[in-house]
């Protein structure tokens, strides 16, 4: 990527402003979160001149690491090119436009694609051909530059938007289906396909009327929490890949070192940790972040996420009453559906099998994550609802409370308010509904 990674920052993407911002645009100095916002039109003066000096470096380049899907994709903007060439010949009869139009075909004729070199693909053009290719390029607006732009290759690193947003800003998923073509954001920015977590199964034999023992809805508060910064920061939905490949298994690792140092009382086998209030798991959390890659306008992003993946959801599907295990079918019927989303997403890092890869499992990890599955099948929507109010006015109340404030507070009384917010009233209420 074109840019130096960033270690300090403590502000969100300047471009898509929803993602935390891990690099900086090494023209302009613009924080920015992905190739994505890279590549975007907001940023197309920087962009565009970085691409295009890049695509005509590639074509001169004799490396043999380039794909066949390349070569062909090179192949096809020559073909296009050439035949935008012929249409704006003045003069020519159409005998020779046609001579010309096959001569292009002729000269790369019995040539494979897949394993000839660029070097040796630029040679078969003409002078004239590789001046004007490279005219094109130079042209931001013309043809081959904007199909180039929009070409596959360069659209491969898309950042997807977290599973549990839609299209439109600020709008929950509620669809229990693949997220497909999800479109544009206000930004024009284009995300990857999104795709809901593969659900796990629960013994329906640990799914109680109601929960027994101690409330863990606030531990579950601080894993949303965790779960969302760490998808944000990693710009990976979901964390847990269809496709595990050597990138996916960096992701992985990452994933489970930040998780590990967020929500220890998930990952420690004998960890007793129990919050007994939002403000102790949000404070929790907290203390426990890098401040030079968060700020407190983030964190408010982190809580209106986690009220979004606690909140209960209408019944969608007719559950089944069969079977030793509460099925997927029943689980994506169950209102409190979108916490058992993220459980399964975090269960899958755990357990998943990279091939050609060292499999690490953790089994008393899992376990205990389906032990919370289960809590969170038990306890009533009533009480996810209240929750998620809760932190939905907590993260309200303090972008409000930040854009009051003077400058002298700092970000540790900033977050002092965060976690006040609402404490006495909604707490109280929240245990009596409990």
């Known amino acids: 990527m074109p840019s130096s990674f960033q270690e300090d920052s403590n502000v969100v993407c300047k471009i898509c402003r929803r993602q935390i911002s891990r690099y900086t645009c090494p023209e302009c100095n613009i924080p920015y979160c992905s190739s994505t916002c890279f590549k975007s039109p907001a940023h197309a003066n920087c962009s565009e001149s970085f691409y295009k000096k890049q695509i005509e470096s590639d ?77 094109s390029l130079q042209d931001p607006s013309s043809n081959l530059s904007q199909e180039l732009l929009l070409s596959e290759e360069l659209q491969r690193e898309l950042v997807p938007r977290p599973w549990w947003e839609s299209a439109s800003e600020d709008i929950p998923v509620h669809s229990d289906a693949l997220i497909r073509n999800a479109g544009q954001s206000g930004n024009d920015i284009f995300y990857e396909n999104t795709y809901l977590p593969e659900l796990i199964d629960i013994p329906s034999t640990m799914v109680k009327p109601l929960p027994s023992g101690p409330p863990l809805i606030y531990n579950l508060c601080a894993i949303c929490i965790a779960y969302a910064f760490v998808t944000r920061r990693l710009a990976t939905s979901p964390l847990a890949p269809i496709n595990a490949n050597s990138q996916s298994f960096q992701d992985i690792e990452e994933a489970k070192r930040l998780l590990a140092h967020l929500v220890p009382f998930l990952m420690d086998r004998k960890s007793t940790v129990l919050h007994t209030t939002v403000s102790a798991a949000i404070d929790d959390i907290w203390s426990r972040l890098d401040k030079s890659t968060i700020s407190s306008s983030t964190f408010a992003v982190l809580m209106r996420d ?129």
């Open 306 to 434: 986690t009220a979004t993946l606690l909140r209960p959801l209408p019944v969608s599907l007719i559950s089944s009453t069969s079977g030793s295990s509460t099925s997927t079918t029943d689980i994506a019927s169950h209102p409190n559906r979108t916490t058992i989303y993220v459980l399964s997403d975090l269960s899958r890092i755990f357990t998943i099998h990279l091939h050609g890869m060292t499999r690490n499992l953790h089994p008393h990890i899992a376990h205990k994550i389906i032990f919370y599955a289960a809590h969170v099948l038990s306890t009533p929507p009533i009480v996810l609802r209240s929750l998620a109010d809760d932190l939905a006015a907590r993260a309200r109340d303090s972008v409000e409370a930040m854009q009051f404030s003077s400058g002298v507070t700092g970000k540790a009384e900033t977050m002092d308010t965060i976690s006040n917010l609402h404490s006495t009233d909604s707490e109280s209420k929240l245990i009596q509904e409990i």
């Open 59 to 135: 074509v001169r380049s004799d490396s043999k690491s380039k794909s066949a899907e390349e070569r062909l994709k090179m192949m096809e903007i020559l073909k296009r090119f050439e035949e935008d060439n012929l249409e704006q010949a003045v003069g020519d009869d159409k005998e020779d436009e046609d001579e010309d139009e096959d001569d292009l075909e002729k000269r790369f004729a019995g040539i494979d694609i897949a394993s000839t070199s660029p070097n040796t693909l630029w040679s078969l053009l003409s002078q004239s051909e590789r001046d004007e290719f490279v005219r």
